[in-house]
């Protein structure tokens, strides 16, 4: 029950849909019950769209269980989530399927026996009384047939036409009913006609509307399997939590809904169960799968204080967390939010198809009558039955379906691939740049490096400095900075027991370094740069850090009073799979560059590891940006990869930036492309599906062009005057009917795309 | 023949004009009722629809036709899409909008409809 103060629940309203009103008489009788309730202003019923909305301070549930209790079936609009809504979907989509195969038997159930009455030599004419009988009860049965299985067409095109546009059921409209009407002009008044023109083409409209109908039944089922992938993310979602709530003053773990899980909830997970929301431990240790969302088949460990996220497994320990993000705000949930929008967006290529689409059934209209009056001016007898052919072949074979399909059915299948694979692309046109890539810019900490650096050797200068001093000074300097490299120098410091002092005159030098007082003492901390400006001899010191450098490391020199008096090195292991991914990406003819703020040396040598040869470095954070421009000066289609945080805007800036995630931490708003786990794989996973689905997408295309710029003409009968040959309106319905069954079953293609082996 | 030539010819005037030159004037203002835009019979009713700039509205859709193609919305000028379920009215979130006119359809834009966004002062309510 609502417990929210009236000044927020007051005049709220909430709309329901009702079940079995079947008539204007039962909109008082559900206002008056709703009326009745408890804190309920008003209930207004929309008859024509079964809603009802109810404003006042009242929850959903009792207002259903009123309607309930008077006969009705009552739901909220708003209580459906994602996982009911596809299954009302599929249960929706398999009626229309089954009404539409009906239609299919019935349509053809004429049209076959007629189509092979006249195939098989069979008169279609009306020359006698009884020929005329024949064809009109004929005719009659196939009216009867436009009305039971083709009614959809002709009021899909009348309302369409009364709203000044067109669609494919105007087309169809149009070519079997001047079949039809053709046809029946044949049987009335057969004598208007000349001899050779009394010609009729009723099992044409039958066959037409029968095959049309079948292709957009099988249509719906090849459609269904297009949303697999987001379907599989919505299934993630846990129905149900196991929260520790006090229940009579005692502390009990009891199973509520997913929705009624509050912020702050400690939440209990036991092993093999779902992650039901997004938290962070609490207690105990466990591992996690989660592959299903970052397409890392290593499970992850997990203990008190990591987080853990919505729709991953839990493998072996029992843990509590805090319930940290819920409902919409969870990462799965905005997963599939982006997935869901960028599976509807169209990338570039398909706006060409788009303005097509928007002129070309008026066009096939004209061209259908231009067809028509060049038969009846300049072709043979009987030119009439000849135009009336050609005009409805003409508006039959046209597909403007097949156009309109070509791309959202390949991105639909591309993206939701992609999205099986950890990889999360923003749009259409983020896609399509991605598959023409040229150049790769790997930013290094963390992205070709693990990000997570450790302090590896010590190198005392100046004697009189034992190493722990040398440690606290450097740590306590450290405190004060974000940078990764200070993180682990101050992590370092801390598991060696070292005590932090207090630190005064905090200076970060961006791109040099940092400098402080500690106990009165001046320090300088950071790299030769910031010790050369400050006039620091370095003595022969150079060399020690070269050999560092050489071996990854990144040397960073302390020195006390202006003194030199020693070298960290820290170390950011290279990632085990960097070094393979970016091969895969070389194979591909992708030139990639290192981008790092770390010295020259250190720089060369990780990228001589990982085998790229290109390498920006000593690179200020403000001057990524600027490396991206620099190549695409050099005309390269540029994607940018870093963790997302301090590269934005070199991310931005480039053709496609990629924010590369650990787990599931995405920085999912500021990048084209956001890949769910750490390993650059999933770059080259990206750009695979990108050029995957491209490829996709110009099949589709091409298709749909060749067979509409081929077939209308055809169809018009442009091959008569050569070979004699003019297109039966019946094959035109078919060709119409598969035309867009191709193109979806093309795109279903996708799905059996994989990412190569890594 | 000549009679049926010309016919032809008028009857493409007619297709010319009715599909492309002929701009309904007629829009529905969401600004003074609540509106339900019913997906139906190919296509989108009301499928003019008058909203005021500068300030988000919720635009209600009722999905009544099974065929595939109409059970998504895409608004293209603003990245958003929404499935439309069968029978089941969802509220579509659109952005404050900047006056101009603003196309929806369905993926293969066989379902279209426009949204007509006018500076308040134009609008016929005035119950803002």
């Known amino acids: 029950m609502n417990k929210l103060s009236g000044d927020i629940t007051h005049g709220a309203s909430q709309e329901l849909i009702i079940d079995g009103a079947s008539c204007a008489s039962c909109v008082s009788k559900i206002e008056q019950a709703l009326a009745a309730v408890k804190g309920v202003e008003s209930a207004e019923m929309n008859f024509p769209l079964r809603t009802v909305l109810v404003t006042g301070d009242v929850d959903s549930d009792s207002l259903i269980k009123t309607i309930e209790a008077i006969g009705y079936g009552a739901k909220s609009t708003n209580e459906a989530s994602d996982d009911e809504l596809f299954d009302e979907k599929e249960v929706a989509d398999e009626k229309y399927y089954t009404r539409l195969m009906k239609q299919v038997w019935i349509a053809l159930g004429l049209g076959m026996p007629l189509m092979i009455y006249g195939l098989a030599g069979g008169p279609m004419t009306v020359e006698t009384t009884l020929e005329r009988i024949v064809w009109l009860v004929v005719g009659m049965l196939c009216a009867g047939i436009m009305y039971v299985a083709g009614k959809h067409f002709y009021i899909g095109a009348w309302k369409s036409f009364a709203n000044h546009s067109a669609n494919m059921d105007t087309l169809i409209a149009l070519g079997t009913g001047t079949a039809w009407i053709y046809s029946m002009v044949v049987v009335l008044f057969p004598l208007a006609l000349p001899e050779m023109a009394r010609h009729v083409y009723f099992e044409a409209t039958a066959m037409i509307i029968g095959l049309i109908n079948l292709g957009l039944a099988l249509e719906v089922k090849a459609r269904g399997r297009t949303s697999e992938a987001i379907k599989r993310l919505i299934g993630l979602q846990a129905k149900t939590a196991r929260v520790v709530r006090v229940v009579d003053g005692k502390e009990q773990e009891i199973d509520i809904a997913i929705d009624q899980v509050q912020l702050n909830d400690i939440v209990r997970i036991r092993p093999g169960e779902k992650i039901s929301v997004d938290g962070v431990v609490t207690q105990g240790r466990t591992t996690i799968d989660e592959s299903m969302l970052t397409g890392e088949p290593m499970p992850v460990e997990k203990a008190e204080h990591d987080e853990v996220v919505a729709g991953t497994l839990n493998k072996s320990g029992s843990i509590l967390f805090k319930a940290t993000r819920i409902g919409k705000d969870t990462a799965l949930a905005q997963i599939i939010n982006m997935v869901k929008r960028a599976q509807n967006s169209k990338p570039p290529i398909g706006r060409l198809a788009d303005v097509i689409s928007g002129y070309f059934v008026p066009v096939i209209m004209i061209i259908a009558v231009v067809s028509a009056l060049v038969w009846l001016n300049f072709g043979p007898e009987p030119s009439l039955a000849f135009a009336v052919v050609s005009a409805t072949t003409v508006l039959i074979i046209a597909c403007p379906c097949a156009l309109g399909l070509a791309t959202p059915m390949s991105v639909m299948v591309g993206v939701g691939k992609a999205a099986e694979a950890g990889v999360l692309i923003r749009n259409g046109e983020a896609l399509q740049t991605a598959s023409k890539i040229t150049a790769m810019i790997l930013d290094k900490t963390g992205t070709i490096t693990a990000g997570a650096p450790t302090v590896t050797d010590i190198i005392i200068a100046d004697k009189s400095y034992t190493e722990n001093q040398i440690l606290t000074l450097a740590a306590s300097m450290e405190s004060g900075s974000e940078h990764p490299l200070a993180q682990a120098i101050v992590d370092f410091a801390i598991k060696q027991g070292v005590e932090l002092e207090s630190v005064s005159d905090f200076h970060a030098v961006a791109g040099h370094g940092i400098t402080a007082n500690v106990n009165g003492q001046p320090l300088l901390f950071g790299n030769q740069k910031l010790m050369l400006s400050n006039g620091v001899a370095l003595n022969g010191f150079v060399a020690q850090a070269q050999k560092l450098a050489d071996e990854a490391k990144t040397p960073m020199y302390l020195a006390i009073n202006k003194k030199i008096a020693a070298i960290i090195a820290v170390s950011d292991p290279i990632k085990a799979d960097s070094t393979s991914a970016i091969k895969r990406l070389q194979a591909n003819g992708i030139r990639v560059v290192m981008l790092t703020g770390d010295n020259r040396a250190t720089a060369n040598a990780v990228a001589k590891k990982v085998g790229i040869t290109e390498v920006f470095a000593e690179v200020l954070p403000e001057d990524k940006a600027n490396k991206v421009a620099e190549l695409q000066a050099q005309g390269e289609i540029v994607g940018m990869t870093g963790d997302g945080i301090n590269d934005a805007p070199a991310l931005a800036l480039a053709n496609v930036g990629f924010a590369i995630g650990t787990g599931t931490d995405v920085a999912i708003e500021s990048a084209d492309i956001t890949l769910m786990r750490g390993s650059l794989h999933g770059l080259a996973d990206a750009i695979a599906v990108s050029k995957a689905t491209l490829r996709n997408i110009k099949q589709n295309l091409f298709g749909a062009f060749i067979y509409n710029v081929a077939g209308v003409p055809f169809a018009a009968g442009l091959l008569y005057p050569f070979f004699g040959i003019l297109l039966n309106p019946v094959i035109a319905g078919a060709a119409m009917a598969f035309s867009s069954l191709t193109v979806v079953s093309n795109a279903n293609r996708l799905r059996l795309f994989k990412a190569k082996e890594h | ?128």
């Not at chain 2, 007629?26 to 019979?41: L, M």
């Not at chain 2, 009544?64 to 499935?83: I, N």
């Not at chain 2, 969802?90 to 966004?117: D, N, Q, R, T, W």
């Open chain 2, 1 to 128: 023949m000549m009679m049926i030539n010309i016919i032809g010819l008028v009857l493409i005037a007619l297709i010319v004009w009715w599909f492309w030159l002929y701009k309904p004037a007629k829009a529905v203002d969401a600004s003074v009722e609540n509106i339900t835009v019913i997906v139906n019979d190919g296509i989108y009713q009301p499928a003019r629809i008058k909203i005021a700039a500068g300030k988000p509205t919720k635009l209600k859709f009722l999905r009544k036709d099974g065929s595939p193609c109409a059970a998504t919305v895409l608004f293209p000028d603003f990245e958003l899409s929404e499935d439309l379920p069968i029978d089941v009215s969802k509220s579509v979130e659109l952005p404050a909008m900047v006056a101009g006119e603003y196309a929806f359809h369905c993926p293969m834009k066989m379902y279209i409809g426009s949204l007509i966004v006018v500076e308040n002062s134009v609008l016929g309510g005035g119950n803002e």
